[in-house]
């Protein structure tokens, strides 16, 4: 994990982040400068450690001007990135397959309150994810 934060900060040292503080209108930027900007701010979000609620609404400030067509630009890569950390650190995104993860994120940056764990869906439990947490690195 510390090696990835490093390669990340590294990425983004050549990016003055500190016009970022306030956050980014992420629909009158270049993607080139988005994808810094994802990149970034998940290792605020890991270098902070993080979870659940802060997490979240860290997360719903960061990238409320996010929509469908620039996430969509980010690449299936770098979605995956972000909805499994969001995932392992207790902030819902749901999780289907064959379906976009686009979508999920979408669903989660667009709620007005954090989505609840479903417990009638298998593949999103926050038990089995928290124990994923504490045996593997993000």
């Known amino acids: 994990m510390a090696t990835s934060v490093i390669n990340i900060e590294k990425s983004t040292s050549a990016i003055d982040t500190e016009k970022w503080e ?36 860290s997360f719903i400030d960061d990238f409320e001007s996010f929509i469908r067509d620039i996430l969509d630009n980010l690449g299936k890569d770098r979605l995956k990135k972000i909805r499994d950390y969001l995932r392992k650190n207790s902030v819902y995104v749901w999780k289907e397959a064959r379906k976009l993860i686009a979508d999920g994120l979408l669903g989660t940056i667009l709620e007005l309150t954090p989505l609840k764990w479903p417990t009638d869906d298998p593949t999103n439990n926050p038990t089995l994810d928290l124990l994923l947490l504490s045996t593997t690195s993000v």
């Not at 930027?29 to 605020?44: H, P, Q, Y």
């Open 22 to 57: 306030t956050g980014i209108d992420a629909t009158v930027t270049n993607i080139k400068e988005v994808k810094a900007f994802v990149d970034w701010r998940l290792s605020i979000y890991k270098e902070n450690g993080w979870k659940g609620f802060n997490l979240w609404e």
